[in-house]
């Protein structure tokens, strides 16, 4: 079974808004910080925003300060990401992620993170 299940991703316009969701079935979210990345065609996976497990630190990426943020649900035991104010260059395939060991204090690398989810697809297109 797999730990993270990220839902939410679609198509969507130029300037748009979309959330994506991260379910998590194995861990409890709020013993964990979480962290999302992205991966484009052809391009590595690359960090996009994380948070603590109290929630008290969030980090972003310079390319999405700004226009996404994320938030918990611990009740429900899942993540969003809110992105707005949408590129082109946002297209990618979007991954959550959680750590244990980083969890006070942020992980900014894939390495960082000991569970991860399948992905799904946000295209910014017109």
């Known amino acids: 079974q797999v730990p993270l299940v990220e839902s939410g991703g679609g198509l969507v316009q130029p300037g748009g808004s979309l959330t994506l969701a991260c379910a998590a079935s194995e861990l409890t979210i709020s013993n964990y910080g979480i962290g999302w990345f992205r991966q484009a065609p052809g391009k590595e996976r690359e960090f996009v925003i994380s948070?603590?497990?109290?929630?008290?630190?969030?980090y972003a990426a310079d390319s999405v300060k700004g226009r996404f943020t994320i938030s918990r649900v611990n009740a429900k035991n899942t993540v969003f990401l809110h992105m707005n104010s949408l590129k082109t260059e946002d297209t990618a395939v979007y991954y959550c992620?959680?750590?244990?060991?980083?969890?006070?204090?942020?992980?900014?690398?894939?390495?960082?993170?000991?569970?991860w989810g399948q992905g799904t697809q946000v295209t910014v297109s017109s």
């Open positions: 948070d603590t497990w109290n929630a008290d630190n969030v």
């Open positions: 992620a959680a750590t244990r060991r980083m969890r006070e204090f942020g992980g900014l690398f894939d390495y960082q993170y000991e569970y």
